[in-house]
């Protein structure tokens, strides 16, 4: 699982995906120290909403608040960890953890985004023979349910502000949609034919040198 998730970053940056100074203000690439990188992403680890409040929140701290990645690297290394063989958010993580410490980088940001999980997981099953016949966990689909629904939703509209509309990313946007909710095509096959498609007609020309 690790080195799956080590391999897309490496490859992603040997694809030239990397961060230049474009009309979004993102700044070159830098380093993160090892407390930095388990301060981020323990900070994810916390967030409610499964994948995509964890993407949220690197994407406020990365993105929106450092400039230390374009938001639309981030999404590619989202789009690439849905294709491997791990979880989604794991290869995310290890990505990134490479990307700005290393290895080492990669493994302290996969101890961060995990202990909070872990943590909450061994208290929860602990309390379970109190928690579980009364009436706290009623409260959980009045308040946490709503928050983590409001952070998904959050998240797909900062995934949707780096598509122009109207464009032909617009229209592959919607008929993915309509593949997958009417069709029920599988994502991965979703994902490799977008990707197929995007690089035959909507790659950037090269500039010829002057």
Same mark, same amino acid.
Do not use: N
């Given at each position: 699982m690790l080195s799956s998730a080590v391999r897309v970053a490496i490859g992603v940056e040997r694809a030239g995906t990397q961060v230049t100074i474009g009309s979004d203000g993102s700044l070159p690439r830098g380093r993160l120290s090892p407390a930095e990188i388990f301060r981020i992403f323990f900070k994810a680890g916390c967030a409610f909403g499964g994948g995509l409040g964890i993407l949220a929140l690197l994407e406020e701290e990365l993105v929106t608040k450092r400039r230390m990645m374009a938001r639309g690297d981030l999404i590619t290394l989202? *789009? @690439?960890g849905r294709i491997v063989p791990c979880g989604t958010m794991t290869s995310v993580t290890v990505a990134?953890?490479?990307r700005f410490g290393g290895f080492l980088g990669s493994l302290v940001a996969l101890v961060a985004v995990i202990l909070p999980g872990f943590l909450c997981t061994v208290a929860l099953a602990a309390a379970y023979g109190v928690l579980g016949h009364g009436? %706290?966990?009623a409260y959980v689909q009045v308040t946490l349910i709503p928050a983590a629904l409001a952070l998904i939703l959050v998240s797909a509209v900062r995934i949707g502000r780096e598509i =122009?509309? =109207? *464009? @032909?990313?617009?229209v592959l946007t919607v008929g993915a949609l309509i593949a997958a909710i009417v069709f029920r095509v599988n994502p991965i096959l979703l994902l490799f034919g977008g990707g197929v498609f995007g690089a035959i007609f909507l &790659? &950037? %020309?090269r500039r010829r040198p002057s």
């Open positions: 989202w *789009s @690439i990134v953890g490479h009436t %706290p966990l =122009p509309f =109207p *464009s @032909i990313e617009a &790659r &950037r %020309p």
